[in-house]
Structures are given as structure tokens and as C-alpha cells.
């Protein structure tokens, strides 16, 4: 399955804008549609998490926060635009696109007022607009930290696409933005919310087969370059490892519960295709523990996987597969399958950051937990470099806990 990013419209930074007229305008086909995720579940939030008095009282009033999508491509147009239907707490309210066809077929299709329509050039007057709350930042990697920063600057709430950024450094200056104008920053990590993914947490962080000893988690497809800029160094920051290895990444590192301590990576072999010349077709990478643990991981741009999270233990093992699409996620364990229903991933993603928004209560994917993923990446790429193994220290310390009982 094809995940990751949204395709983008063309046209808004100076340097790139020639690459960025390039891209096709048309690709806005859903990858799943909101059919493909199965019926709603009869609370948005786990158990643990639940809606604040704030958000009871903007229940009780029918009021919903505004979101902004800014950027209008295959994942806005598939997965955010569609779950915004079907959200409690917040509602598309505007769209930020380069394109005026784009523009126009959105007013129509979600009836959005003229004045909540922006373009790259016009976005900065979101500020003056009291209907929007949150903007939510759908462009490809190199474009987040400068619409993550003006959206704080013009005073809203940020969702930004993951990976976070294509540096660290990024990272840091997009925290430091929505913290200056006192706005909260999340990050689209989307599985957090999805109550598979959230029973692998609870399982392997609660030791319930015993300590983890070892995680296996795959996810790769063969890329056709119908996303050009996804293989654009400049603009995507590295190639499968940023795209879709990121959720290996997050998934053993929130089944461990704890930070890894060190790295071993290898690239794989590039096609004889001449789609990756500015960044890597595949990259398989080990992550250390501190208990002798180990996490086997791998990604492919170039290689169908087969989309899986697993964890064993001494006592039992637990396996998600498919395990990182926006719908179908099947899991099981040593003593039977997960009984779980799969759910409408992005609505709750949304969500539960309107709910934190609205009870001014911190969001359990925040920015710094992009800025911690982003450390490590850039940590598999150096030990891909190097040849080396890397120690892995001065990560940003942050996991979502799942709660006791």
C-alpha cells in the first residue's frame, strides 16, 4: 500500500517553484476511501483518553474548531478532507491551494466560504480569520517548517504531516515558533489513535509476555515516480527511510517503550532504473537496546512488503500485519487473534487534538516526538554512511505511555 504524504500544489517557494510546476495537478485519487475504514466506533477515544469538560460543553453547543488544510493532494484530497465529515470536534473550514481549479472544486464540493480559501502568497491572512483554528500542513517534508512557522506567526493551532522535517534543526525551529506564539503543535502520526497499534503498546510497554527481546517491522512498495518529489532530495529529505521507514521506527520504539541506545544500517541495492539518484531505493537498519534487545527493521521504495509490526517475548509474541495502512489492520498474538475493530484513523487523529486544544491539555504526538524520530533517522543514515555502528545519545526523551489497568 501506498502511504505517506499527500502530492502538493505547485508553485509557492521561489527556489523550487520550477521543480514544483512540473508535478502533475491532477493526482488527487483517493488511496483508500473512508468505506475502506471500516463503521465509526461508538466513542471516538480510548478509555484512557476521553473528551474534556471543554469540549462536553462545545458538544452540548454543536461548536467545532476550523481546520485548514494547506495543501490539496491525494492524501488531503483521500484521507483528511473525508474523515473532516465525520469528526466531533473540529470541521473543514478552509483550504490553502496553488491551484484555482483546485480552489473552486473544493468551495463547491465542501461548501467553503470565499474568505477561507487561501493561496502560498495569500496564507499569511489566515491570521485575521476567526473561523479557523487549527491549520493542518500537508506538503511535501521541505515545505513544513516554513508553513508550520507562519501558521504559528499568524496565531493558529498546527498539525504538520510527519516526518516532521528534513533536519532536526528544522525541527527545533518549529517548536520554538508554536511555542514562541503560544499555539500547540502535533504531529500527523495518525496509528497513535488506532486501537491495534494502541494494544501493541499496551502489551509490549506492560511486559504482558514478559520483557521484549526482539521486534521485526517491514513496510516498502514499488515506487512508480507517480509522486516525483518524493525522490527529490530537496524536497522529500531522503527517500523510503522518511516516507514509510518512519513508521517502523515509531512502531518499535512505542511496543519497546523506552529509546534505543544505538544503530547498525546498510542501504540496498538501487535499481537500474534512474529514480534514485538523490536518495536511497532501500534501507535495512538494526536498532540496540539497553536490555540486549534488538529491533530489525526495513523499508524499500523498490520491494513489495508485506506491512508488519512484531514483538516477542519470552512468554508469547504479538503481530500486527497488515499493520501501517489507513485501514485492514489485522493483528494477533501467541494465544489467538486481536478482536479489534478498525476505525476511522484520521478523524481521531483530529480529534483528540481539537480535545487538547479546546482543554489546553498537551497532545501525546507533539512536536517533539517528530524532532526525537527525526534524530534517530538522521542516526540510520549515518551508520548507513559509516558502515559503523552509532551510538545514539541526546534523542529527544519522549514515548507515548499507555496507561495502567
Known amino acids: 500500500m501506498h502511504l505517506g504524504f499527500s502530492n502538493f500544489d505547485p508553485a509557492f517557494a521561489a527556489s523550487r517553484r520550477d521543480f514544483v510546476r512540473t508535478l502533475s495537478l491532477g493526482m488527487g485519487a483517493t ?16 478509555a484512557e483518553v476521553g473528551y474534556g469538560p471543554a469540549s462536553l460543553a462545545a458538544l452540548q453547543q454543536g461548536r467545532k474548531l476550523g481546520v485548514a488544510l494547506v495543501g490539496l493532494g ?28 483546485k480552489a473552486a472544486k473544493w468551495k463547491q464540493q465542501y461548501n467553503l466560504p470565499e474568505q477561507n480559501i487561501y493561496d502560498y502568497k495569500t496564507f499569511d491572512r489566515i491570521a485575521d480569520n476567526p473561523n479557523i483554528d487549527i491549520v493542518y500542513v500537508v506538503l511535501p517534508v521541505g515545505m513544513h517548517e516554513e508553513f508550520t512557522v507562519r501558521a504559528a506567526q499568524a496565531g493558529k493551532h498546527v498539525i504538520c504531516e510527519k516526518p516532521m522535517a ?66 527529490d532530495k530537496e524536497l522529500a529529505g531522503g527517500g523510503p527511510l522518511m516516507d514509510l ?20 544500517a546498510k542501504y540496498t541495492p538501487k535499481p537500474n ?22 529491533a530489525d527493521c526495513r523499508t524499500s521504495y523498490a520491494e513489495n512488503m508485506s506491512s508488519r509490526l512484531r514483538a516477542e517475548a519470552a512468554k508469547g509474541w504479538m503481530e500486527l500485519q497488515p499493520a501501517f495502512g489507513y485501514g485492514g489492520i489485522s ?17 481521531r487523529q483530529m480529534d483528540d487534538f481539537a480535545n487538547c486544544v479546546l ?32 551510538r545514539i545519545e541526546g534523542v529527544q526523551n519522549i514515548i507515548d505511555k499507555v496507561s495502567k489497568g
Not at 488511496?31 to 471516538?44: C, V
Not at 532504473?273 to 534487545?293: C, H, P, Y
Open 74 to 101: 491525494k492524501y488531503s484530497t483521500g484521507q483528511l478532507a473525508p474523515a473532516l465529515q465525520q469528526t466531533q470536534l473540529c470541521r473543514l473550514a478552509g483550504v490553502v491551494t496553488g491551484t484555482p481549479a
Open 245 to 264: 521507514g518512519i513508521y517502523c521506527l515509531q512502531g518499535v520504539v512505542y511496543t519497546k517503550g523506552e529509546l534505543p541506545v544505538s544503530v547498525t
Open 166 to 231: 528534513i533536519s532536526s534543526a528544522e525541527c527545533r525551529r518549529m517548536i520554538e515558533a508554536c511555542r514562541k506564539a503560544g499555539k500547540m503543535l502535533s504531529i500527523g502520526y495518525r496509528l497513535h489513535f488506532e486501537p491495534h497499534h494502541r494494544e501493541m503498546m499496551r502489551l509490549g510497554q506492560q511486559q504482558v509476555y514478559g520483557p521484549v527481546q526482539r521486534l521485526l517491522a517491514d513496510n516498502g512498495f514499488r515506487f512508480d515516480n507517480d509522486t516525483p518529489w518524493r525522490v
Open 31 to 46: 488511496l483508500l476511501g473512508p468505506s475502506g475504514l471500516a463503521s465509526p466506533l461508538s466513542s471516538w477515544f480510548d
Open 359 to 390: 482543554n489546553n491539555q498537551p497532545t501525546r504526538v507533539p512536536g517533539e516526538m517528530g524532532l526525537r524520530d527525526m534524530q534517530l533517522i538522521e542516526a540510520i543514515y549515518r551508520a548507513a554512511d559509516t558502515g559503523q555502528k552509532v
Open 331 to 347: 493483528g494477533r498474538t501467541s494465544q489467538g487473534p486481536l478482536n479489534i475493530q478498525n476505525v476511522p484513523q484520521q478523524a
Open 273 to 294: 532504473n534512474n529514480l534514485f539518484k538523490e536518495v536511497e531505493a532501500g534501507i535495512n537498519w538494526q536498532l540496540q537496546f539497553t536490555d540486549g534487545s534488538a
